[in-house]
């Protein structure tokens, strides 16, 4: 379907690499052909001895635990698949998730794989801007959700999306039509290199970009969950990223599946004494979760840890942010236990930097490159990004400071930015991907994250593009132009904060920053700003573009440093 955006291709299986052993643990579908929800449920579900193993524990509201087996998960997403086939959906369609981490939502994204469609999941938490931009984006054709999101974030904006052809309800109406539905319908045959998932992102110019994942990068799933998380088939496994993320669903769904390990989802938002509490009670043994929730839990202090067992975690692991030295030592002291770090993004579909959970962490540092992955360090330009002169970069040996680079090639890098040649071509050069991180190299490989070469915010783990966010304030009538920033936050690592100037004969008044707050909150849900300042006009390079990077460093009270690009250094 994508063939355009097509750039790079995966390894072929039949090369001898650091992935064959995963290769080789995977079945591939019966008449040849590989399909990641075969490797997760139903390679499990035909072998008797694992058929009635948990394979998903979900705690409702209510926070009783509800088990799906992999034989019963296998049929379950079956019977969606088949609903799929009676809404028309073909092959390399994109069906979209605006769900919370249940099991309708395990249900669904496996289905969907089992259907061949492309699974596009989205952030329960978006508002309706966000969600209509990446619907269209997509061109997502059918929409699985809760009737309450439905009601709050999908009527308002259906008129205008045309492509939307239908809207699946969990509740009595998804139960109905699964019911009805053929649990042993089989699964349509996917190639390797076929579309299975779209995991949508942010940059800092232009619309939000979908990237585009295949069948294959369950190799890579795989591969890490054992190399790194360590994860064997009698973990309880819990992954506490949202399933609207690219983490939720290769590490929440797709990882402990395939590995044939219990996963275990909470439906309910995040609280530290509830978190204990699921750690204790579901003897969790492998947490994947993020700096944040790490520093929310430190905050809460040593003393809460104390009042529950969690003599069964064996492994911590983290993602999405930098991991400060501070948490991996409270960690250490209070939990007993290292706080593993892992770097990786949406494009490349799989944890590329890491410390292994058998491996001595060091504090402040993510690790090396896993077996498989190179990585090298490239010289930088004065934009911050990698320097190419003629095409070429400059790699950097030994300790070294600048952009990190991946040599393309392993099985989950993404196939392209959907519908967007041009965005998908600028992260390749000279035979690299190029990250858009700053790191640091020592002398021994070790990598440590210095920055972001780029003005995309990370909000709780989450990227916010600070063009989606302006773009939706200007929108809002009273506004001329907007400047978005993130802002260092000791828990969340960062906030959005927005610089608005206001249209002419507007006055700034205290009501008004409070609309506009409540405007965002409507339009923009969880990627809102949290603190507006309404100010007289915004510095602007010389093209016209707002610049972030000055705000940022106004905000912060840091030297301005080199304004020659700058149109009214004021
Ligand atoms: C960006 C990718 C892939 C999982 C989560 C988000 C930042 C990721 C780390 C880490 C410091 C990190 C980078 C990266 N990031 N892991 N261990 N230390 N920063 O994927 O939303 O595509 O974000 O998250 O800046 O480029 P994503």
Known sequence: MASDTLVVEGTGSDVDDAWTAARRSL??????????AHEAVDRHAADPGVRGRTALRVLDRDGDAHELTYGELARRSSRFASVLDRLGVWPGDRVATLLGPDADLYVAALGILKAGAVLAPLFSAFGREPVRTRLELGGVSVLVTTPELYRRTVQPIRDDLPGLRHVLLTGPMLDGLLDAADPDRPITPTAPGDAALL?????TTGAPKAALHV???????LATARSVLGLRTDDVYWCTADPGWVTGVSYGIVAPLVVGATAVADTRPFDVRRWYRV???????VWYTAPT???MFMARGGQEARRYDLSALRTIASVGEPLNGAVVEWALEVLGLQVHDTWWQTETGAIMLATPADEEVRPGAIGRPVPGIEAAVLAQGPDGRARIDDGHVTVVGGSAQGELALRPGWPSLFRGYFGD???TAACFADGWYLTGD?????????????ARADDVIKTAGHLVGPFEVESCLMRHPAVAEAGVIGVPDPAAGALVKAFVVLRAGIEPSR???ADLLGYGRRELGAVAPRSIALVPDLPHTRSGKVMRRLLRTRELGLPDGDLSTLENPS
Do not use: K, M
Request: glycine share 12%; proline share 4%.
């Open 215 to 221: 069948h294959e990068a369950v190799v890579a799933h």
């Open 199 to 203: 995991h949508f992102t942010s940059g």
């Open 438 to 450: 700053v790191v640091r190299r020592d002398r021994d490989g070790w990598y440590r994250f210095v």
């Open 293 to 295: 929730a790490l520093r």
């Open 421 to 423: 040649p041009d965005r």
């Open 279 to 285: 750690l204790a009670e579901q003897r969790v043994t």
């Open 27 to 36: 079945a591939g579908l019966p008449g040849g052909g590989l399909n990641i």
């Open 511 to 513: 009501e008004l920053r």
